[in-house]
């Protein structure tokens, strides 16, 4: 489970698969309300107020996005105490109200990778391409680049292998396409893969 702070009253959790799994969590849990999904938004509100000091009281806005290849992203935003609803000087009666939340469940069928080193990057490519051809997306967002693969553009049957490799190279990415489509740079729209192999050689080339 990997937590950070995007904001005063935003933050983005991400959960691998092995994260649900060692809690008796299927993806599809996710949607039911269940014990186990509670127990488990307690913990991740009880880690994030340990690691940044992130308070979770009062209402929470909840976007759970589902990465088939990576895993879970959760974004959780903290709203503002309501004192016309609750009366003003009743903030420790409604701390144990915690957790009042409006849950938003996306899908996502992309697989997103991120690279720290360009480097890296361009041997991850040229391993990739005679997996998949003509495919990938190229950004850079905070210092790193990220690589997005379509659904259509991966082959059902290599799509194990694929992630397989990309998981030498890179790390699953918890940020989404929206967001960087709204505050990353699109270095290349297409033919990500085909490209970096095209204009860059590998180091041991």
């Known amino acids: 489970m990997k937590i950070e702070r995007l904001s005063h009253d935003k933050i983005r959790i991400f959960l691998t698969f092995d994260d649900l799994s060692e809690r008796g969590i299927q993806k599809e849990d996710m949607w039911q309300e269940e014990p186990k999904v509670h127990e488990l938004f307690t913990e991740m509100m009880d880690q994030a107020y340990t ?35 609750y009366g003003a000087g009743h903030e420790d009666d409604i701390a144990d109200e915690i957790y009042e939340m409006e849950v938003t469940l996306e899908q996502s069928d992309s697989v997103m990778y991120t690279f720290k080193d360009f480097e890296v990057l361009i041997e991850a490519a040229h391993m990739l391409r005679n997996k998949v051809t003509g495919a990938g997306r190229l950004y850079h967002y905070q210092d790193k680049w990220f690589l997005h693969l379509e659904p259509d553009e991966v082959d059902s049957e290599q799509h194990g292998a694929l992630i397989a490799l990309l998981a030498e190279f890179g790390e699953g990415s918890s940020v989404t396409t929206a967001v960087l489509q709204e505050y ?22």
Do not use: S, W
């Open 184 to 205: 990353g740079k699109l270095v290349m729209a297409e033919n990500a893969i085909a490209t970096i192999c095209e204009h860059f050689k590998r180091n041991d080339a």
């Open 51 to 85: 690691e940044l000091g992130f308070d979770a009281t009062g209402p929470l806005a909840v976007e759970v996005f589902a990465l088939p290849a990576q895993g879970m992203v959760v974004i959780v935003t903290r709203g503002k105490y309501d004192r016309e609803r």
